[in-house]
């Protein structure tokens, strides 16, 4: 067990509706990570936050926002669902930021798979 | 715990030239990424690698998992390819994914 919380663990939901993923990190881990990987495919990075603060964007599409609250949970709102957008979602957090010492290794929640009919 | 390296850890070049990036790894992994960040903070993957070859345009990256290490090609550099240049690693074994991250290659390319 990672220490990381994702719920829910699994998402069925129709095209045009949003949903809202939530995540809560490790105790003591400012910085949460939001990840999609679809069938076969390697991680692609949505977005990074530290301490409440955006720090990271990557492919994340306008219909998906995220925030990370005073308690560093975050949220993860998908918006305007497509068919596409089936895919699982991770939560990962570390201690720092990417790159630096402390956010070096990232610890994954089990992830939500969402599925979009 | 398995430990990334990568090196160059600074890298400067002149626009056209080619590069060599590379991301030893200390053990198995089934999780090779290459990541780009450019100067304004973005994060883009690059590939998805745990083993053999791919090319994307000017990019190409090849991983010798039995070897442990990755290699990211940058042929004929553009001031855009600019930024720090991330190779990540993990296993995806059940509860216990994780993704460790190098300290990344800087990479200046000089019109």
């Known amino acids: 067990d990672s220490g990381v919380t994702q719920t829910p663990k699994h998402l069925i939901t129709a095209t045009g509706q949003r949903v809202t993923l939530r995540c809560s990190p490790r105790?003591?881990?400012?910085?949460v990570y939001w990840y999609q990987q679809s069938l076969d495919q390697g991680l692609q990075f949505l977005i990074q936050?530290?301490?409440?603060?955006?720090?990271a964007k990557g492919n994340i599409l306008e219909r998906f926002s995220a925030q990370q609250f005073p308690d560093l949970h975050s949220e993860l709102n998908l918006s305007s669902l497509e068919l596409g957008d089936s895919a699982l979602y991770f939560c990962?957090?570390?201690?720092?930021?990417?790159?630096?010492?402390?956010?070096?290794?990232?610890?994954f929640g089990p992830g939500t798979r969402l599925t979009v009919l | 715990g398995i430990q990334v390296e990568q090196s160059p850890p600074d890298l400067i070049l002149q626009e056209g030239a080619n590069s060599t990036l590379r991301c030893n790894f200390s053990?198995?992994?089934?999780?090779l990424q290459w990541f780009h960040q450019n100067p304004w903070g973005q994060l883009i993957n690059l590939f998805y690698?745990?083993?053999?070859?791919k090319q994307n345009g000017r990019l190409s990256a090849t991983t010798v998992a039995t070897e442990r290490y990755s290699l990211l090609y940058i042929s004929s550099s553009q001031t855009t390819d600019s930024g720090v240049y991330f190779c990540a690693v993990g296993l995806n074994a059940g509860n216990n994914r994780k993704l460790i991250w190098g300290l990344g290659t800087s990479l200046a390319v000089n019109p």
């Open positions: 936050y530290y301490n409440g603060e955006e720090r």
């Open positions: 690698i745990p083993s053999g070859t």
């Open positions: 053990d198995s992994v089934n999780n």
């Open positions: 105790s003591g881990d400012l910085s």
């Open positions: 990962a957090s570390s201690v720092g930021l990417a790159g630096a010492a402390g956010g070096r290794t990232q610890y």
